[in-house]
Nanobody
Framework: QVQLVESGGGLVQAGGSLRLSCVVS????????LGWFRQAPGKEREFVAA????????EYANSVKGRFTIDRDNARNTVYLQMNSLKQEDTAVYYC??????????????????WGQGTQVTVSS
């Protein structure tokens, strides 16, 4: 069973940057498609970014495109989310997840079968 552990969250001022990490174990990392989601208080969990195995094809939510970058290090079994130009509306708990192959859109949380515990990101004004 795939296990995921996020780290790197914290408090940052608007306009600042953070880099989240997610270490993955229990599976063949290089074969996994992986995603980042976030959930703000009172809101549904929403897609942020995804990266495929192999060629590392990426997808981003429109709200983070041009500011966030997802990448992966197969040697370290780690997926990253570099977040730049942070805004107050980026405040949320951020989760990484492994995608269930063949299940459809990367944007739907229902298509991911393993999740980390989350890391809090708070952006102040």
């Amino acid at each position: 069973q795939v296990q995921l552990v996020e780290s790197g969250g914290g408090l940052v001022q608007a306009g600042g940057s953070l880099r989240l990490s997610c270490v993955v174990s229990g599976g063949t990392f290089s074969f996994l498609d992986l995603g980042w989601f976030r959930q703000a208080p009172g809101k549904e969990r929403e897609f942020v970014a995804a990266i495929t195995a192999g060629h590392g094809y990426t997808e981003y939510a429109n709200s983070v495109k041009g500011r966030f970058t997802i990448d992966r290090d197969n040697a370290r079994n780690t997926v990253y989310l570099q977040m730049n130009s942070l805004k107050q509306e980026d405040t949320a708990v951020y989760y990484c997840a492994s995608y269930r192959l063949g299940s459809g859109s990367y944007y739907s949380p229902q298509n991911y079968n393993s999740w980390g515990q989350g890391t809090q990101v708070t952006v102040s004004s």
